[in-house]
């Protein structure tokens, strides 16, 4: 059995881990209807709060911010955002998050290297200070005997021979050199290469006829989760910096045509706190997908997005921002710097194998025994004004309980 995993491409770097590495933290569980907007039935709501979201929060030590670490100057930026806030009309609550508390007060108190204090969430906390998958499933997995992590390989294809599946392999150096390549053979196969990943393997072996059986839904139902990086400045607050860890966040519901949230962030790159309150923005998104589709001449996988897919998002974020900047005497974005609003980018690539089409509704892959979906490539490209990983993980809970049980027997 293999398990093909993400290696996450940042800079010149690889890391293993993915996006636990490099992500900000929070895991939040969506509310049922959003979830249930979303899935359509193919995943039971009340199976995943009463046990699979649980599970997760235990196994992650999930936890709101202490109120000590939320008085501290790194965390000014915050105190700021949630007053800011209130002066609008809204009223900030707590998120959970993945970070280590006691080693972000060691930060503070100068007892370790500071990281997540300054803002170097997105290059990860080499300190420990995030609780990210090294510390927790794969050291599980690695403990368990049963299973061996082979850090710096990418994956360059998948297909079946009649009997096995084939995986062709590289082996590359922390600067991207190849150093070897191989083919790997097993019976059953596990994607978990990142929505991106996992969708450009699948669509590259569906159009080359390697996995020829794959549905036609295989690279469809790719979202954004709806994000847009949200700034305001003239935000001034304590603090030489800012920390990463999120603190809050505030939604709305009415006030646009889609539903929008925004949480309490940092302003990533800027090494000092410059008076910037910047915030992760979600809207809810049912319309806009798009499609993995292969490009035989230059053998890449591209992504087709429709043209105005981000606009009504924009809008909803821009119209929370600007209630929020007028009500605080601050300003939208930072004047010929910085967009108020930017829906260029997302934090969450989600779908492409989606739940209940590309696979069934534990995420084996329809036309194949033995090949699995298990990662955000089965989201169907949003997970309802939250950040997508608690329902990531809690969905690879689910799914891979019953496919040892119905599969494997043991």
């Known amino acids: 059995m293999l398990l093909a995993m993400s290696i996450l491409m940042f800079g010149e770097e690889l890391v293993l881990g993915g996006g636990s590495v490099i992500f900000t933290g ?3 569980q969506p509310e049922q209807k959003y979830f249930d907007a979303l899935f359509k039935g193919t995943v039971d709501y009340k199976s995943m709060n009463d046990k699979y979201y649980p599970l997760v929060r235990k196994v992650l030590n999930l936890n709101s911010m202490p109120d000590d670490i939320y008085q501290s100057k790194p965390f000014g930026h915050s105190r700021i955002w949630d007053e800011q806030s209130k002066k609008a009309g809204y ?35 080499s300190n420990g200070a995030k609780f990210d998958l090294t510390q927790n499933y794969l050291k599980y997995a690695q403990e368990t005997n049963l299973a061996k992590v082979y ?8 297909s079946h021979d009649g009997k096995q599946y084939v995986i062709d392999v590289k082996k590359i150096n922390p600067e991207g050199k190849v150093l070897k390549s191989y083919t790997l053979t097993c019976d059953s196969l596990f994607l978990a290469a990142g929505s991106i990943g996992t969708s450009e393997l699948l669509v590259k072996a569906k159009h080359l006829k390697k996995l020829a059986k794959l549905n036609s839904y295989v690279g469809e139902g790719w979202g954004t989760n709806g994000d847009a990086i949200v700034v305001r400045s003239f935000s001034i607050s304590e603090g030489l910096t800012q920390a990463t860890p999120s603190a809050s966040k505030i939604d709305d519901e009415t006030m646009s045509s889609v539903p929008a949230t925004l949480e309490n962030w940092y302003a990533p790159g ?23 589709v292969y490009d035989a001449k230059k053998d890449k996988v591209n992504l087709l997005w429709p043209k105005t897919g981000n606009d009504e998002c924009e809008k909803a974020l821009r119209k929370l921002n600007n209630k929020i900047t007028l009500k605080s005497l601050s300003v939208p974005g930072v004047p010929l710097v910085v967009n108020d609003v930017t829906t260029s980018f997302t934090a ?11 696979t069934d509704n534990y995420g084996r892959v329809k036309g194949y025994k033995g090949l699995y979906v298990i990662d955000s490539a089965l989201i169907p490209g949003s997970t309802g004004l939250v950040n997508p990983s608690l329902t990531i993980a809690a969905l690879a809970e689910r799914n891979i309980e019953e496919i040892i049980n119905k599969d494997f027997y043991l």
Request: hydrophobic share 40%; proline share 6%.
């Open 91 to 125: 009223t900030p609550y707590p998120i959970d998050s993945i970070f280590n508390w006691d080693v972000i007060r060691d930060e503070i108190n100068c007892k370790v290297r500071k990281s997540a204090t300054i803002g170097e969430s997105n290059l990860g906390n």
């Open 151 to 158: 850090p710096g390989h990418e994956v360059q294809s998948i």
């Open 270 to 292: 800027v090494p000092v706190n410059i008076g910037i309150a910047g915030s992760l923005g979600m809207a809810f998104d049912t319309k806009n997908r798009a499609k993995f």
């Open 348 to 358: 969450h690539p989600l779908g492409g194998a989606v739940i209940g089409k590309a």
């Open 26 to 28: 929070v895991m939040i």
